[in-house]
């Protein structure tokens, strides 16, 4: 064979491997295996094998068809151990970071804070300041930590009322409220140091703010942080719902790999370029309206709005099988709405709270998974959940049975995953 033919034969030998490299590329991806959950410790029963199989049904739809299904986290004590919204507002109450109210008025925080707690306020913390110089002024912060914390003022009033119970939590909410007149960046940059501090603290490590001692420490929990990379790693489409503040929720979620993008929080509107103590609106409420957070059906409100792309009163209604999240996962009554609209798994975080549970335990669909929470876990509650009389709040706080759709009562549940 002369120098031109063993040429042409190279050529040749050379396209035909190429053919067979790229003819063989699609079949080695079509059955290239879906990943699985790494991390074994911690899941209860079969759960770990059932969110795996969940991963398996749904990741090769990901991949063949470029439909990338839906999971939704809630953010505190779901994905983390402890509260971030805590977290920050401590912060912010130990570095004199909260602005007086305008005009020195606390009403103005809060359609919904009371005369009493206004009051309270305006008795505790001074006026004509730039920043309330809570880190040393122990009866201002005393106020605020109990106004957010316990709902109360420290003389024993009621600090909220006039709100729906099933959209919004005025406490939560007040946090966002508080940070009126900062920039998002510096909000970030208060959130950035918060978790420094707290991911840095060991675990059970307390704080000092005003008077009180106050949790100090936060971590992820290695089995979701596993989960969400498996997730995404399968083709998910993943995201994070909290109530907390948006700005403070963008912060964390990118230490589980989540892009602010895909992270949903309380969203203040902004003037100037400031963050002002009024929210953004969603489904029937309008922007400055205040009446709904990402709070129990909020939290569906706002998934339809940011993720499915659904605008006006339509927000608020649940939506086709076909475009709701494949799996949800929560710890707390605050998640119990988008949890139900979980078409393939609902995963909770048992924290002993009444509806949760009662809708966990009783499983009516086969799609609920109990888990116990993956650090700390609670000890077995000792009486039954009180589904049949009182698990359930209604949006005037009035407590009541816990309801299937078809309106029948869920009978009383045993905590039996602890």
Not at 271 to 282: I, M, N, V
Request: charge should be positive; hydrophobic fraction near 35%.
């Amino acid at each position: 064979m002369n120098r031109r033919s063993r040429t042409s034969a190279a050529v040749a030998a050379l396209a035909l491997a190429a053919t067979t490299l790229v003819s063989a590329a699609p079949a080695q991806a079509k059955h290239r295996p879906c990943p699985t959950l790494s991390v074994s410790a911690g899941w209860y029963g079969d759960n770990k094998a059932r969110l795996d199989r969940l991963i398996a049904d749904h990741c090769a739809d990901a991949r063949t068809k470029g439909r990338k299904p839906l999971a939704v986290f809630d953010w505190d004590n779901t994905v983390i151990k402890n509260d971030v919204g805590d977290a920050t507002l401590y912060w912010l109450l130990r570095n004199d970071r909260v602005r007086p109210p305008r005009n020195d008025d606390w009403s103005t925080t809060s359609r919904h804070l009371t005369p009493a707690a206004a009051t309270a306020l305006r008795a505790a913390c001074p006026t004509g300041v730039r920043t309330l110089p809570t880190a040393t002024d122990a009866r201002c912060a005393d106020e605020i930590r109990s106004v957010y914390s316990d709902g109360a003022t420290t003389g024993g009033a009621a600090a909220f009322a006039g709100f729906d119970h099933r959209r919004t939590e005025p406490q939560y909410a007040w946090l966002a409220q508080l940070l009126r007149g900062w920039t998002v960046r510096e909000v970030e940059s208060f959130a950035a140091a918060a978790r420094a501090e707290n991911l840095a603290a060991p675990q059970g490590a307390t704080q000092r703010v005003g008077t009180a001692r106050v949790t100090g420490w936060i971590r992820p929990y290695d089995q979701q942080r596993d989960l969400i990379d498996t997730l995404r790693r399968a083709g998910f489409d993943v995201w994070i719902v909290s109530a907390s503040p948006e700005p403070v929720v963008d912060v964390w979620a990118r230490g589980v790999g989540i892009d602010p993008s895909h992270a949903i929080g309380i969203r203040n509107t902004t003037e100037h370029g400031r963050l002002t103590a009024h929210f953004q609106g969603c489904g029937t409420v309008r922007d400055g309206e205040d009446t709904m957070i990402t709070y129990i059906d909020g939290k569906r409100c706002w998934i339809n709005r940011e993720i499915l792309g659904v605008r006006g009163p339509a927000a608020e209604r649940v939506q086709p099988a076909a475009r709701r999240q494949v799996l949800a996962a929560g710890d707390s009554d605050t998640d119990v709405t988008f949890l139900r609209d979980a078409t393939g798994l609902r995963l909770v975080l048992n924290r002993n709270k009444n509806e949760l549970m009662c809708r966990a335990y009783e499983n009516g669909d086969g799609r609920w998974l109990v888990n116990p929470m993956f650090i700390e876990p609670k000890a077995r509650k000792t009486t039954p959940y009180p589904c049949a009389t009182t698990g359930h709040t209604a949006g005037d706080g009035t407590a009541g049975p816990v309801r299937r759709a078809d309106g029948s009562v869920i009978p009383d549940q045993e905590d039996t995953v602890y």
